[in-house]
C-alpha cells in the first residue's frame, strides 16, 4: 500500500472517544458504563426544535446557503442581539457545529507554522484543529490549585514571538467549567490589543453559568471588534449534539469573506439541523432555568461526591458541565482503560476522559481526568460511587503519604 | 486588524457560488433566475426518507459515533453489497457530505507539497480540497473534443514525480458528465499498481448513467484494494444535498483508522442527516427508473436545444446530470455576470457556471461554462431560449469566422 500521510499519523486520538472499543467491549459483556466521557447530556432537546422536524414540509432536502439559510440566521442575530452583541445575519456564518467554525478560524486568520495561544488544559480537539490547520499550539498553564483562574498577562507576554497570531479561550472552559470574570477578559483585551492579534472566543457554554454569575462575551468589548471571533454551537445551548450546527461570528467583514470560501467548498452546513436550529430559537426561558438547576444540582452532588473520596481533588466549576478531577493514580489513563477493562462495581462501570490529552505541555495532566456531569443524579451517584470503589482496588493506586503523618 | 492567512486569500471562491450576489440582486429585481449554475435538483427527495425525519421519536437529537450510527453504516454496507462491493459496517465512514471524506482523503494520503492527479475539468472544489490540504493538483487534460474521454496513459505517466501520491477521479464526471468504461478504469489500475498510488474515485453520481452504460467501481477492481478510496454520498442519489451526509469507502484498515482520527476530532456527522440516509436505503427501485429517465430527457432537451443554438458545441454526458458547452465568446465568466446583471428575456434570466474555475491549467476552460441540468424540462426550455436571445445581444460575442466563409 502507498505511505500514510505523516500528518494523518501524527493526528491525535481523541482523548474523549479514544477509549471507545473498550467501553464497547465492557457493554458486550453486558456491563452498565456511565458515560462521563464524552459531553453528550441526557437533557431532552428542548419540543420546539423536535417539533420543527415532525412537521418538515419540504419536498426536497436542499443546499442552504453556504454561510447558512438567511431566515435562520436573521433569527441567530435575534437571539444575539438579546445578549446586546449587536449583529446582524450577514455577521454570522453557519457551520458544521463549532468544530467547523474553529476549523475556520484557524485556517482563515493563521499560516501553517503560525502560533497560537491556549491556556491549557483545553478542549482536547483543539489539538487536532491545530494539527489539521499546521498550526502550533502554544499553552499557558493553568492550575488545578486555584481553579483554572485566567493565567497572569506575564506568562501571556513571555510566550509572544512573531509567530503569534491568535489566542483562544473557552468560556466557560471546556474542560475546566472555569468562568471568566470581566476583569479576565479585560486584561485578555489588553494583550490582544497591544500584539494585534485575534481572540477567537469559544463560548458554546455561555447558557451554562452559575451561583448567579454572569457570562461576558468577547463580543461585547469594544476596540476589539477586528480581532474578534465567536465560535458558537447548538449542541449544548439545546442539548442536541447530533444537529450538527454551529456558528462563526465576527464583525470583521474582510476575515468573514476569507472564511466563506472555506464554507463554499463544502457547500452548505446541515439543513435539517438548521431547521431544528431555527425551531429551537423560540424555546422558553424555562427550558434553561429547569436546565441550569439540573446542572447545578448535578455539579454539586458530583464535586462534593468526588472530594469525598479520598485522593481526590476536584475544584468547583463555575460553569459548563465538565469538571477536572485529579486522581491518586499516576497514570489516569491507564485507569481509565483499566476501569472499562478490568473493573466492575454490581455489573457497572465508568468512563471518564484521561485529561493529559487536554494538555499541550507534555507530563502535564497525567493524574487528571476530565468528568461531564452529563447524565440524571441516579447515574451520577452510582458513577461516583463505582469510582470510589474502583480506587480501593486498583492496584496501581498511589498511597497518599501524607496522609501517614497526620 | 491582524493580517488575514495567505491560505485563506489563496482560497479559491467556488465558481459555482461566486457569482451569487449577481443572482440576488437580479431577483430583487423581480427576475427569474433559472439556477443551472448548481447541482441541486428540483427531484423530490424519495418519501422514506422524509418520512423518516418526520415519525423521529428521540427525545435527544445525540452524537453519532464519529464514524456514524452502526445501524446505518450497517445499512449502507448492505446497498454497496447489493453492487458486488463485499463491505461491512467497517469499512465505511460516514462523512458530513461527499466534500468532508474528500478532505479526509487528501489529508490523510497525502503530506503538505505532496501531488494529486485530476483530469481536469474536474470538479471545482477539489480546488478548495487541495488548497485546505495544501496538495498540489497536477492536471492532466481532456478535451471537449472527444467528449472528455480518459486522457491517454501516457499524459499521466509523463506527469508523475517522486511527489505524486494519488490519482482522483470523479465517475460519473462532474462537470463534464462523462463515464469511464472499464477499459479506461483497468488503464488507471495499471498506473496506480505501477507507482503505488491512491486512487480515489468520487462516484457520488454511481446511479446516473444513460443510454444502457452501467457503472464501474474502483471498488470491484481486483489487486488495488490497499490503493483504493471511495468518496459517496446521498446529496444526488436521493436529491437530498441538505442532509450532508456522505461517506468514505476504503478497504485499507490503516487508511481507515487515520481518516477516523480527523472524524473524531468533528465528532459525529449530523444525526438528522443519519436518519434521512437511513430511510432512504429503503427508495423503490422506481424511483431510480424514473428519475434516470427524467435525467435523459432533460438531458437530450438541454444537449440539442444548446447545440441548435449558433456558436455553442456541447457533447452529450453519458452520466451525471452536468454539460460542459464551449460558448461563443472569450470570457464566459464576464458572460454569466452578464446574464445575471445586464440582460433579461421576457423577465427572465440564467444563472451558469463558468468553467475556467474547473480546470487547474491556468487559460483554459476561459469560453466554457458548465450547465446542471437540474430543473424540470419547462424551466430547462425557458432557460435555453434565455441563452439563445443572450447571445444574439451579447456585446462581445465573437463571431464564428469559419460561418461567413461556409
Known sequence: MPDLSNRGQKMPESPIRKLVPYAEAAKKKGRIVYHLNIGQPDIETPQVALDAIRIID????????SAGGIGYR????????????????????????????????????MNAGDEVIIPEPFYAN????????????????????????????????????????????????????????????????????KHDLYLIADEVYREFCYDGKTHHSVLNMKGIEQNTIVIDSVSKRYSMCGARIGAFITKNKELLAVALKYAQA????????????????????????DVVKEYVSRRDLLI???????????????????????????????????????????????????????????????????IAYVLNKKSLLNAIKCLSEALKVYPERIVVKEKQFS
Chains 1, 2 share one sequence.
Not at 419540504?58 to 446557503?65: A, D, G, L, N, T
Request: aromatic share 10%; charged share 20%; net charge negative.
Open 74 to 109: 436573521t433569527g441567530l442575530a435575534d437571539y444575539y442581539n438579546q445578549l446586546g452583541f449587536n449583529l446582524t445575519a450577514e455577521d454570522i456564518l453557519v457551520t458544521t457545529g463549532g468544530s467547523e467554525a474553529l476549523i475556520f478560524a484557524f485556517q482563515s486568520c
Open 126 to 193: 483543539y489539538n487536532g484543529f491545530s494539527q489539521i490547520a499546521d498550526v502550533n499550539i502554544i499553552p499557558v498553564t493553568s492550575s488545578i490549585d486555584n481553579g483554572f483562574a485566567l493565567p497572569p498577562i506575564s506568562d501571556f507576554e513571555k510566550k509572544i514571538t512573531p509567530k503569534t497570531k491568535a489566542i483562544v479561550i473557552c468560556n466557560p472552559g471546556n474542560p475546566t467549567g472555569y468562568l471568566y470574570s470581566k476583569e479576565e477578559l479585560e486584561t485578555l483585551k489588553e494583550i490582544v490589543k
Open 266 to 289: 463544502r457547500l452548505s452546513p446541515p439543513t435539517l439541523g438548521q431547521i431544528a436550529g431555527e425551531g429551537a430559537l423560540s424555546t422558553p426561558q424555562s427550558y434553561f432555568d
Open 304 to 370: 462534593d461526591g468526588l472530594n469525598n473520596i479520598e485522593g481526590i481533588k476536584c475544584p468547583k466549576p463555575g460553569g459548563a458541565f465538565y469538571a477536572i478531577a485529579e486522581l491518586p493514580v499516576k497514570d489516569a489513563e491507564k485507569f481509565c482503560q483499566w476501569l472499562l477493562e478490568d473493573f466492575e462495581y454490581k455489573n457497572q462501570t465508568v468512563m471518564i476522559a484521561p485529561a493529559a490529552g487536554f494538555y499541550a505541555t507534555k507530563g502535564l495532566g497525567k493524574k487528571e481526568v476530565r
Open 58 to 65: 419540504r419536498k426536497v432536502i436542499e443546499y442552504s446557503h
